[in-house]
């Protein structure tokens, strides 16, 4: 048996950002145990490079984690939104730029053991200044860093989030082929 076998699913929290759903399965071995899914959109995660080949990234207040933490920028895709329109429109939100050119370098999920959020992972090149405010991006402050800074920056612990480490190694990788 491949997976396992849904016998029952219900919601048990529905919130603005996330729903949680308890399912009762059945495993390979014929027990049935009950596991907890938090269903989120899927998400967008950027590479904003600029014309002097720094990587833009934001550092912002994350509650769950109780600190400051520099980050790729990244959002929700909005339901029936194209990926490469959420990629502009939290660009201009979170970065005050709009990517001329934007391209596909892969996606991974955050966190597949429990979550159902994928992530799209962007590069958005020929920035252009051209901020748009949303509610929850006054806060955010800008921080460019040079290619040669990323490794260091992971290794320190400076950046710590798994979309901002993966998408930047990916990024990395990418340069070098």
């Keep these: 048996m491949t997976g396992e076998k849904t016998l029952s699913s219900r919601i ?14 059945e495993t390979a071995d014929g ?22 080949e720094n990587a833009l990234l934001v550092k912002q207040y994350r509650k769950a984690a109780n600190k400051e933490l520099l980050e790729i920028p990244a959002g929700s895709i909005d339901p029936g939104e194209d990926p490469k329109e959420t990629v502009r429109r939290e660009m201009q939100e979170e970065t005050g730029y709009l990517p001329g050119e934007v391209e596909r370098l892969g996606g991974f999920y955050s966190t597949p053991g429990y979550c159902t959020e994928y992530l799209y992972l962007y590069l958005a090149t020929d920035l252009i200044p051209s901020p748009l405010q949303a509610e929850d991006t006054e806060s955010i402050q800008l921080k460019r860093v040079s290619p040669d800074e990323i490794t260091g920056l992971i290794d320190t612990g400076a950046i710590c989030d798994a979309k901002s ?13």
């Design 31 to 52: 027990q049935s145990k009950r596991e907890v899914i938090a269903l989120h959109n899927d998400c967008v995660a950027i590479v904003a490079v600029d014309g002097d």
């Design 12 to 25: 048990i929290y529905e919130g603005r950002v996330v729903t949680l759903r308890e399912d009762t399965v």
């Design 165 to 177: 480490i993966a998408g930047l190694l990916i990024y990395l990788k990418h340069q070098q082929t």
